[in-house]
């Protein structure tokens, strides 16, 4: 009997001995879950209702779709802009997921704020383009007569020339006929205005108005075949026709293909030399069928030239027609400095979509498998993490589709740090809520 009376009381004292330990492992536990988000977070404390009003005493208004939000004065939802109302439960500080971080902290984290605003925005297409010649600048150079090439001053590709240059010189006895045919006009003109003069200087013969404008009309055609006015003047000052007659160019360019050489015989139907004036020039863009389907006439585009400059243009063609997958665009530069060679590559920028957006930095958004987040600050070192909708994205700049009104505030950088926060913060929240609960 004495042995069971033993055995009772020591049984009793090691189930005390437990639950003493028990108790006292469930108080440790719970002291340092806090110690450890106080010490985690390096001045970060979490804002509860008391830090907003005095534990209750004071009245708190929320937000009804976003129970986060809370303040303790009426105003808007910084997030949808509802009206916020007035909560009637004592326990609103339980949505509560902010966290304040004192302005020590912020320097130490390097915590910088950039404004949501509103600004013409639109989708970046980056692609390629060939610099190519003005298809309207294009001159075909022909000849006026059938004739042999004794002389060519054209020599290669790429070659500027300038307008009134000598650019081949041709024995053409068609030509040598029609300055003899001239000739004779001349001598004719001579002696009826002389035999004229003598009679009576005062009478107009209509004889010899006919003959001066006929004469006028066969010097006009030399003009026209490119003869240049040194060349005619010598004509009539010998009297004597030239046999290897110099050809003017009539308009300035660079030489683009040369059909000629010296000593061939040529014809008005061939074509010598294309010449090209690079002065405007065409950039012509490759395009995705994905790629084309975004874009429009009248889009802004952005060409890089070759030293680094950016210049801006507009699209003026789209392709209808594809070749190998890839669609062709055209934009018009002004080239007059040479700065775009044809032949060439240039980066290209088409700015498709323009609209106006709210917008924010690309860096300010947290991308997780459960949406997009930003921390928005709440004033006064107070910050808060929010869901929101992304839409396109240019540059170092992201559309902000649904989540933030215009004026908000977020963390550029060191969001990540404070989002740590905000979690470390919401997860001690629960697990003291679940040591009460036991």
Known sequence: ????????????????????????????????????????????????????????????????????????????????????????????????????????????????????????????????????????????????????????????VGQKIRKGQVIYEIYSPDLIAQQKDYLRYMVRRDQTLKTIGDISPLVVNPYVMDLLQELSRERTKFLYRDLSIESIHQMEDSLQPIEVVKILAGQAGVVTQINAREGNFVTPSATLFTLADISKVWIDITLYPDQAGRVKRGDAVTIKAPDGQEIQAKLDFINPLAENNKIKARATLNNTNLRFRPGSFVDVTIHADPHEALVLPRSSVIYTGQGNFVILHRGEGHFLPVNIETGIESGDWIEVVDGLLEGAEVAVNGQFLLDAAASLHDAARRMQESHKHQ
């Open 1 to 156: 009997m004495a042995k069971k009376i033993t055995a009772g009381i020591a049984l009793l004292g090691i189930v005390i001995l437990i639950w003493y330990f028990i108790s006292q492992r469930i108080s440790i536990s719970g002291f340092n879950t806090e110690t450890a988000t106080q010490t985690a977070t390096t001045g970060i404390k979490t804002l509860s209702l008391s830090e907003i009003g005095k534990a209750g005493q004071e009245k708190v208004w929320i937000c009804p779709m976003h129970p986060e939000i809370m303040q303790n004065h009426p105003g808007n939802c910084p997030i949808c802009g509802m009206d916020l109302v007035q909560s009637k439960d004592s326990t609103a500080h339980n949505h509560d997921h902010s966290i304040h971080v004192d302005t020590s902290t912020i320097q130490k984290l390097g915590v910088r704020l950039e404004s949501i605003k509103s600004a013409p925005f639109s989708q970046e297409i980056h692609t390629y383009g060939n610099v190519i010649v003005d298809g309207g600048s294009i001159y075909n150079v022909h000849t006026k007569v059938d004739g042999w090439i004794r002389k060519l001053n054209i020599n290669s």
